[in-house]
């Protein structure tokens, strides 16, 4: 069964396993003791530092293991934020950090702190004038991710890393899903990783902070790793996360190649083969490995589970596949569809055969959903119907309140030639993603998105005015 969620969580490197069950034997001691098995796992330890010291490009000082990508995190940004407190109380982050870097800006501002979140265009990236210009005075950090985590764009984080140098600003980057290929690039000036995203076992995370940098670790703290990740280090999964890593970096320019060409031909051919749909992410500046789409008319949580029957393992950033009914913050902060969304991330080892069954499967699932949802049929449906029938109205209006996606541009697709050229359809919604997905339908479809009705309907929704052009 074809694994396509590598991004979560990669399948344990061969590497990793192998050191895993070795460093079970041999560094099961405290390596804070100084009797023989104390100094059998601190050679374990310090040789681990090195190896992930060389892989990030720091110093094995300047480096500490963590128990998980999220609390390097959490420790990265809360103790330089203590550590600049008398400088302001600012943090400025980009609008599509991954969920860890959020919180702890929710959590900061929450105690008083500033948050300045920088936009991206729709390619996913941030322009590095306009995340400067947020480096203004009382800038305690700022935080960039090296790649987004749901559509591959990579940052120019050596750029950003250049302004904050000039702006006196620490820049703290998320590394999580690019570690894996390569050293970030720039003068960052803390680094946080998780092993579990290139192979190396869960429960691992790496914390980078340079020398200079001014830093004060929160929380109850000991002697270990620098007082940054308090508790008894488990050292056979850090074993394990090291050697992994310097596995899958020796391997990274050859598999990175492949798995690119690879992603390449099913960020071609899957427009080609479903009608309507909309590649997201920047087509050039992008981790080698990931792809992610967005589908009309299709529910994002019965496509993930249709794509599981077929036997590949998906992941989504639609609102339809959460709990919230609130669409990917990635995705908002783009500016591109969400319903029907969907992440591919290959796993070292992909096979080219692993591809195209997937591409031979994924039309079949996507009109099978559309049609079960009473989607309109064929490529641009709705956006010529009815042309030459007589016109029932100028202005319409489509009752979606509480309809999930993707069902209130359903409606509107089914409608909107029922108007004539220059009229409007009025979309009522309570569905939070709609006031994404009907503005991205529009520039898919070639029409025009007014904003929102003035007058809201009863029930707490939200009119949304789509003017015919075509």
């Not at 080698?288 to 950033?317: A, I, K, M, N, Q």
Request: hydrophobic residues 45%.
């Amino acid at each position: 069964m074809p694994y396509f969620d590598a991004a979560s969580a990669a399948p344990l490197h061969p590497v990793a396993r192998q050191a895993l069950l070795a460093s079970l034997d041999e560094g099961w001691a405290d390596p804070a003791r100084l009797y023989r098995e104390g100094r059998r796992a601190r050679l374990l330890l310090d040789a681990a530092r090195e190896t992930a010291a060389e892989a990030v490009g720091c110093r094995p000082d300047e480096l500490a293991f963590t128990p998980s990508g999220t609390r390097a995190v959490h420790a990265g940004i809360s103790g330089s934020l203590a550590g600049r407190r008398r400088v302001g109380n600012r943090l400025v982050v980009s609008a599509v950090e991954h969920s860890s870097v959020l919180h702890a800006a929710e959590t900061h501002a929450a105690a008083g702190g500033a948050v300045s979140e920088v936009p991206v265009g729709r390619s996913g990236a941030v322009d590095a004038d306009v995340f400067a210009a947020a480096l203004g005075a009382g800038t305690a950090l700022a935080c960039l991710q090296s790649a987004n985590h749901e559509v591959g764009t990579e940052q120019p984080v050596a750029e950003v890393a250049e302004a904050c140098r000039a702006a006196g600003v620490p820049l703290l980057v998320d590394a999580a899903q690019s570690l894996g290929w390569g050293t970030v690039e720039g003068a960052w000036s803390l680094l946080a990783a998780s092993a579990h995203k290139w192979g190396g076992p869960a429960g691992v995370g790496l914390l980078a902070v340079r020398k200079g940098v001014r830093f004060a670790p929160q929380g109850p703290t000991d002697e270990r790793e620098s007082g940054r990740a308090p508790g008894f280090e488990n050292l056979p999964a850090i074993v394990a996360a090291a050697a992994s890593l310097r596995a899958v970096r020796a391997e990274a320019v050859a598999e990175g190649a492949r798995l690119r060409a690879l992603v390449d031909r099913i960020r071609a051919r899957v427009p080609e083969l479903v009608p309507d749909v909309e590649v997201v992410g920047d087509p050039v500046r992008r981790l080698p490995h990931l792809v992610t789409f967005s589908c009309l008319y299709v529910d994002g949580e019965t496509l993930l589970h249709e794509l599981d029957r077929e036997g590949f393992s998906v992941s989504s950033g639609s609102s339809c596949t959460s709990s919230t009914l609130t669409p990917s913050h990635v995705l908002r902060a783009m500016g591109v569809l969400s319903e029907g969304n969907v992440r591919v991330s290959l796993p070292a080892g992909t096979t080219e055969s692993d591809v195209d069954r997937f591409l031979d499967a994924l039309p079949g699932v996507v009109a099978g959903v559309r049609e079960r949802l009473g989607a309109p049929a064929g490529a641009g449906a709705g956006a010529g119907a009815g042309v030459g029938a007589p016109s029932r109205s100028d202005a319409l209006v489509v009752d979606a309140l509480g309809r999930r996606c993707p069902i209130p541009v359903i409606e509107l697709a089914k409608v909107i030639g029922d108007v004539p050229v220059g009229g409007t359809v009025t979309v009522l919604a309570d569905d939070a993603a709609a006031r994404l997905d009907i503005p991205a339908w529009c520039e898919m479809r070639g029409q025009e998105y007014v904003g929102e009705s003035a007058s809201v309907a009863a029930g707490g929704g939200v009119g949304y005015v789509v003017r015919r052009v075509v």
